[in-house]
């Protein structure tokens, strides 16, 4: 199977979150705005580490352009309830930022950035891993959704 000709997701979310703090004016931060930015971006750094931190300790690849490099499926840990922590994670981050900055505007490079991932990312991701671990993998990939709700069904 060929790569996929895409750019490497955290330089997406790096994009769209620097779009945003260039473009978008800050409102002023109010104390509940923080506390739910910094609620959410901890969930989701959480949940980025601790995924990045599961493929390591299996010995597999986390770079999401090269999916045939994988060795290893990981269905434990954050995989458990989500196909794509990691992706999570960024998203989470994303939206997090929109947060902090208090403009629904800034919702966009979440939105993007969770679109383009679905659609270009993730489909050839699944169908090397179809490939490599067939059985092992539909079973997984008909227990654990996508995201976090059944979006592929």
């Known amino acids: ?29 109010n104390p509940a705005r923080a506390v739910c930015a910094a609620l959410v971006g901890a969930a989701s750094a959480g949940m980025l580490a601790s995924s990045v931190l599961r493929f390591r300790q299996q010995d597999t690849t986390v ?52 679109v383009w991932i679905d659609r270009v990312q993730i489909p050839p991701e699944e169908v090397a891993l179809e490939e490599r671990f067939g059985r092992e993998y539909e079973a997984y990939r008909s227990s654990v959704p996508r995201w976090l709700v059944w979006t592929d069904k």
């Open 63 to 114: 770079n999401p352009v090269q999916p045939e490099a994988v060795s290893s499926l990981v269905t434990s840990g954050p995989n458990a309830i989500s196909r794509n922590p990691m992706y999570l994670g960024m998203t989470g981050l994303l939206c997090a930022h929109a947060l902090w900055r208090g403009r629904w505007s800034a919702t966009v490079p979440a939105v993007a950035f969770a």
């Open 1 to 29: 199977m060929n790569s996929p000709k895409v750019c490497a997701p955290p330089v997406l979310v790096l994009s769209g979150a620097g779009a945003a703090q260039i473009l978008l004016r800050k409102k002023p931060l």
